[in-house]
């Protein structure tokens, strides 16, 4: 179900590219009151978060109808880009927020999906914690052929998302924590 879901998102997303008119790469666009909008940067037509990473940034420039279809799966809503990470061929994990609700810049509500790019079902998984130790963490772990995921957290800015993916031998291949938005 998640691969039919899988490519038939993506084949949406390069159709909605396709016919969008292109945006200004890079075209900023501040949010009228900072405490509590993400600031964001257009790149490719995908809303990126100002302070995202050079690596996030060049992740969504080399495949952009990838993050669209990675924000999709996230649902209504969730449009922009919090971060990206790469992990060689085995996949590449995305985070979204909708970038305005929540009572502060830190309290975002946050979604992430981890894609399987391999080409096999593996073992593998997302799991997203708060910046609130309180919250217990949201994760998605098992044997996917797409991805693991959408995991969710109300207030997941400033938080991090933990990757994982095994050969079906067992070898580890992805094992990875990395920090959602731009944090102190």
Known sequence: MKKAIHVGIAATAVLGLMTATPAASAAEHTAPNANTTVATVDIKGVEVDKEASNETRRIIESNAPAAVAAANVCGSGYTISTGAWRYSTYGTT???????????????PICAVFFNDSGYTRYMGVRLRSNYTADAPAEDFGAFGSYAGPVYQKRGYCGTVYSYMQDSTGKVLVDNVQTIGSCN
């Open 94 to 108: 995305y985070t979204w927020t909708n970038g305005t609700s929540g009572s502060g810049y830190y309290d975002k």
